[in-house]
């Protein structure tokens, strides 16, 4: 994960991921045919690590939590080195494209039935409300703002942000 | 353009873009001593491009007109290509990184300034309407569903998406 953050996927040799862990080159090679698949094995891995959605007992509580461990996740500096490399090799690479949307749609899906199936549950969003637009309208601002535009967020972001979302998904139910 | 769409900022040579071109390598070396200095002046030059920011009398057309035609370009085949690949230069090259949040911040303060400004003049919006979150809950969605998690947008998505971001800002007036 190290040398991938570093040195970006296209750059990315076996050989030095080996010296970096303090093993052979053999050592790697027994276990990935090359280095499409062992970076398909990290995704893979990261992916199906069970990410632990917040169960605060409200939604706004829930959110909050939510955004916090995005936000925290996504300014870490390897994911904020990973994560674009390997949307861009996504964009060549289908086989690196089918795996990242499995494990994005994967926790898409999780956060939408959870997160929004719970506040349905309990009444505070009306019942038609759409799981997908709303991962988008919580996840979308965050990514765009902390891993495009790369802006930091102030003090009072994520409470607003709190409000704004919370707003919008009661109006499209 | 077409050249770095295909084969990426890291696989990108000056020879390629000549050939593509059809001139010699020197026509090019003349214009641009490296390709980093050619992927900046294209930056640059497609940043300062005024996008026409629609003016259609409410905010609910407005914002409407503007979803259309950012999900337009960021379904654009060379967009779609390019733009991940910048990102993800711009996380190791400090150079990119500003040209490209140079050219994101004017395009978002116009946005914010044009857009979220007519819509508190004409009362369709709170005074207090924070731009900077505003934007934010505009384009990231969009972008997080059509350049990240690469699904497709329904027919009724952008009119849904229109009433949850109207509702949004409303809120955080």
Known sequence: MSELAEVGYGRLSIEAVARRAGVGKTAIYRRWSNKLEMVMEII???AERKVPLPDTGSFSGDLQLLL???STALQHRIASQIIPDLMAEAARNPQIAETLQRALRTHQQAVGEKLIGQAVTRGELPEGT???VAVDM????LYW???VARQPIGEDYLEKFTVAVTAALRATG
């Open 138 to 141: 919580i996840l979308g601002p």
């Open 130 to 132: 759409d799981p997908e």
């Open 145 to 147: 703002r902390l891993a």
């Open 68 to 70: 916090m461990i995005v």
């Open 44 to 46: 893979s891995d990261v």
